[in-house]
């Protein structure tokens, strides 16, 4: 993961997405209208594939950012229609799937293949589970929300390697998370303000939590009231280190 991809393509938050990467063909249409009717059936807001329609020098910078940020990764190896007297994989989809094995889970996608597919599946990936189907897409919704359930986010690469930078910090970081997070009893607000009276030290933590992403700034309830948001990949990275909110009090 190069310090690059991570600047400019990891959010803090993930989308309640299924990113589908598959190729851009007319033919595919319908197949991925029934794509996203499963993925809303599984508790995800919808399934998204690139725009067709958005110009080339986009296209590269829209697939990163979805394969970084998509909840759930979902990768189609059927034959591809634009190939179809040759019989062949797409490529831009080879490439993707590599992309996402290079920087996500493997627990964090799924691999389709039609049961008619006729191409070869390249050697170096023959030996990653996948699911062939038939054209109804039969047993999608079931892998789908299986792998769903199986998902700890708190164990991907991107969460381990921040928590092993913020492991560094023991002492700079312990009295802010106990006070604002750990013991903060499960279901209570978290969230907590700027103190202008902060010292320096605490105020050089804060700022450390803030470049991890772990932090977010946001206001209050007046504009002028700042305040430091626990992000999603915040909470996770601390589950990762066994960090745990208290019990939620009766």
């Known amino acids: 993961m190069s310090k690059a991809y991570l600047e400019n393509f990891w959010d803090t938050e993930q989308k309640n997405v ?33 725009d067709r329609n958005l110009t080339s020098d986009l296209i590269p910078n829209k697939i990163l950012y979805n394969i970084a940020n998509s909840k759930f990764l979902l990768f189609d190896l059927s034959d591809d229609p634009k190939h179809y007297s040759c019989k062949q994989i797409n ?46 897409l039969n047993g999608l919704e ?19 390697a921040t928590a092993e930078k913020l492991d560094m910090y023991p002492f700079m970081l312990k009295n802010i998370i106990n006070e604002h997070y750990r013991n903060i009893p499960e279901g209570e607000p978290d969230h907590f303000y700027h103190i202008p009276s902060t ?27 700042l305040s430091y948001n626990w992000t999603p990949f915040g909470r996770a990275v601390l589950k990762s280190l066994n960090i745990e909110k208290k019990p939620k009090t009766q």
């Not at 249409?29 to 594939?49: P, S, Y």
Request: aromatic share 6%; glycine share 6%; net charge positive.
């Open 18 to 50: 299924l990113f589908v990467l598959m190729p851009f063909h007319k033919k595919l249409d319908k197949k991925f209208k029934a794509i996203n009717t499963i993925a809303k059936k599984v508790g995800l807001e919808c399934a998204e594939r690139i």
């Open 91 to 136: 490529g831009s989809v080879l490439y993707e799937l590599g992309m996402a094995r290079a920087i996500r889970e493997e627990s964090d996608m799924l691999i389709i293949r039609d049961k008619k597919s006729k191409s070869t599946i390249p050697f170096n990936i023959q030996q990653l589970p996948r699911h062939e189907l038939d054209e109804t």
């Open 142 to 160: 079931r892998l789908l929300r299986d792998a769903l359930e199986n998902q700890q986010w708190h164990k991907g690469k991107r969460v381990r």
């Open 199 to 225: 010292d320096l030290f605490t105020q050089l933590s804060i700022n450390r939590l803030l470049d991890f992403g772990i932090l977010r700034l946001g206001t209050g309830k007046q504009a002028t009231e």
